[in-house]
């Protein structure tokens, strides 16, 4: 089993920045892939990004390439999400995502990841 823990969720003003972390723990080494999606109310949960352990291989949604950065820090088995010229659109909980297979083609469908964190609350005011 893996356990994630989000962090770093709050209320922002639009055009700031944000960094979320996720901290993996337990049985980390059948991890090969990261990722973080985000749901705001009403709407289904969507792809944000994803990373790739071995290689640190990103992929990200159109609508945060230019201003999300994933990557991690594998010594510490966190993954960060850093997150830049925020716009109210981006106001969702947000969640990290593990899972042990790799996939180029389904590296963004929700229900390939096994293990999720809790989430947390990200809130970008006009």
């Known amino acids: 089993q893996v356990q994630l823990v989000e962090s770093g969720g709050g209320l922002v003003q639009a055009g700031g920045s944000l960094r979320l972390s996720c901290a993996a723990s337990g049985r980390t080494v059948s991890v090969s892939m990261m990722g973080w999606f985000r749901q705001a109310p009403g709407k289904e949960r969507e792809f944000v990004g994803s990373?790739?352990?071995?290689?640190?291989?990103?992929w990200r949604a159109d609508s945060v390439k230019g201003r999300f950065t994933i990557s991690t820090d594998n010594a510490k088995n966190t993954m960060y999400l850093q997150m830049n010229s925020l716009k109210p659109e981006d106001t969702a909980i947000y969640y990290c995502?593990?899972?042990?297979?790799?996939?180029?083609?389904?590296?963004?469908?929700?229900?390939?990841?096994?293990?999720w964190g809790q989430g947390t609350q990200v809130t970008v005011s006009s």
């Open positions: 990373i790739k352990l071995n290689s640190a291989f990103t």
């Open positions: 995502a593990a899972r042990t297979t790799l996939s180029p083609i389904t590296y963004a469908k929700a229900n390939q990841y096994t293990y």
